[in-house]
């Protein structure tokens, strides 16, 4: 029996390309293809595919997001994130949010297809050297704070951050004050920027 396949990626020649080399592999079927999240989880939900193999940074909803509502509802489909994202913080905030694989798009096809095999048996496949890192910086952020951070870094001002998160404009000054102070930046700018630098937004 072959293992069952989805691809969700928005970029189109490497969404090609991707099911192309699955293709190659006799134990491999791609049973369909997305090019953002929104759809990526439409179709598990329709196919339930026994492995996602999903981007993260993707039109509408984000891999991370995909995966968290995946394992939200229960789905049997099991998540591998392959990104171009090398950084702890976000490799974190995939094993948080239930993906059993991260890997790197510049790792070899033959690695991707021993990877799905791995977590189709119940493994996990993550990059060694991220699965190192990932343990030397704690993400300090609430999920409130990303999110202001997430639109501070947007260029939003203030009031557009507040009434955009039904805040008062005090609230996300206080969110971005202790944010702010967690990162050890200078300002609100160089906070978003640590923060996305460290895979934290």
Known sequence: MSITVLIAEDQRMVLGALGTLLGLEPDIDVVGSAADGDDALRLTRALQPEILLTDIEMPGRTGLDVAREVRREGLPTRVVILTTFARAGYLRR????????????????????????????????????????????????????????????????????????????????????????????????????????????
């Not at 993906?99 to 790197?104: P, Q, V």
């Not at 200078?186 to 640590?194: C, E, F, K, T, V």
Request: glycine letters at 8%.
């Open 94 to 201: 995939a094993l948080d949010a239930g993906a059993r694989g991260y890997l790197l798009k510049d790792a070899p096809s033959a690695t991707l297809a021993q990877a799905i095999r791995t977590v189709h048996a119940g493994g996990r496949a993550i990059d060694p050297e991220l699965a190192a890192d990932a343990w030397s910086y704690s993400d300090p952020l609430t999920d409130r704070e990303r999110e202001v951070l997430r639109l501070t870094g947007d260029g939003l001002a203030n009031v557009e951050i507040a009434r955009r998160l039904h805040l008062s404009e005090g609230t996300v000054r206080n969110y971005i004050s202790e944010a702010t102070h967690k990162l050890g930046a200078d300002n609100r700018i160089a906070a978003a920027r640590r923060a996305r630098d460290r895979g934290w937004l």
